[in-house]
């Protein structure tokens, strides 16, 4: 589930409670966590209810001014269901931590390595994980579309492999663009120094 920076922030300071969705099914389920802006989100409870259910305080609950600003946000069908959609926060983006923690052991760095290596295996595309390292490496702050027309693909899944390193603590966005993160640039330094 995706949320504005401003609503994800309201929820970690306990002013947004609640998310409303038109889905043609729900797309989250109760006790699924996932990160966001402003660190781990927990979902709490999701109800399918009718559109014309919601209440002004509820609306107020997700960031909202008024009912009718709230339901000018919804996406798809009109005939599709609403789901209002309790949140909690669960804590800080764990990446965070692991990002800044470039003490690598040994181990550490074999099993980053074979993630890595995973990743590489199962890419259509053919091996990407140690050179898109190197590229963020070589270009902090440059822009995910420069960075992949550099190594000639397309932005969206350029992206997406990103955010598997990130995944991992081993990059970190910047306003524009990305870079290597303490832990990214140990287990670099550490593998290159292992050939």
Same mark, same amino acid.
């Given at each position: 589930?995706?949320?504005?920076?401003?609503?994800?922030?309201? !929820?970690?300071?306990?002013?947004?409670?609640?998310?409303?969705?038109?889905?043609?099914?729900?797309?989250?389920?109760?006790?699924?966590?996932?990160?966001?802006?402003?660190?781990?989100?927990?979902?709490?409870? !999701?109800?399918?209810?009718?559109?014309?259910?919601?209440?002004?305080?509820?609306?107020?609950?997700?960031?909202?001014?008024?009912?009718?600003?709230?339901?000018?946000?919804?996406?798809?069908?009109?005939?599709?269901?609403?789901?209002?959609?309790?949140?909690?926060?669960?804590?800080?983006?764990?990446?965070?931590?692991?990002?800044?923690?470039?003490?690598?052991?040994?181990?550490?760095?074999?099993?980053?390595?074979?993630?890595?290596?995973?990743?590489?295996?199962?890419?259509?595309?053919?091996?990407?994980? %140690?050179?898109?390292?190197?590229?963020?490496?070589?270009?902090?702050?440059?822009?995910?579309?420069?960075?992949?027309?550099?190594?000639? %693909?397309?932005?969206?899944?350029?992206?997406?492999?990103?955010?598997?390193?990130?995944?991992?603590?081993?990059?970190?966005?910047?306003?524009?663009?990305?870079?290597?993160?303490?832990?990214?640039?140990?287990?670099?330094?550490?593998?290159?120094?292992?050939?």
């Amino acid at each position: 589930m995706i949320l504005p920076v401003a609503i994800a922030a309201g !929820v970690e300071n306990g002013t947004v409670s609640l998310a409303f969705r038109r889905w043609k099914v729900a797309r989250v389920k109760t006790g699924e966590v996932f990160i966001s802006p402003a660190g781990l989100i927990r979902i709490t409870a !999701v109800d399918e209810i009718g559109p014309d259910a919601i209440t002004g305080e509820e609306a107020g609950l997700a960031g909202e001014k008024s009912v009718a600003a709230l339901r000018k946000r919804f996406r798809g069908n009109d005939t599709d269901p609403v789901f209002r959609i309790a949140l909690e926060w669960a804590g800080p983006d764990p990446r965070i931590a692991l990002r800044t923690d470039d003490h690598l052991s040994p181990e550490d760095v074999a099993e980053i390595a074979t993630r890595l290596d995973r990743f590489d295996v199962r890419s259509p595309s053919g091996p990407w994980t %140690r050179d898109t390292l190197g590229l963020i490496e070589r270009n902090p702050g440059r822009r995910a579309i420069e960075l992949a027309e550099m190594v000639g %693909r397309e932005k969206d899944p350029f992206k997406l492999d990103v955010r598997k390193l990130k995944n991992l603590g081993l990059t970190h966005s910047l306003p524009v663009g990305y870079e290597l993160s303490e832990r990214g640039r140990a287990f670099l330094v550490t593998e290159r120094d292992q050939d």
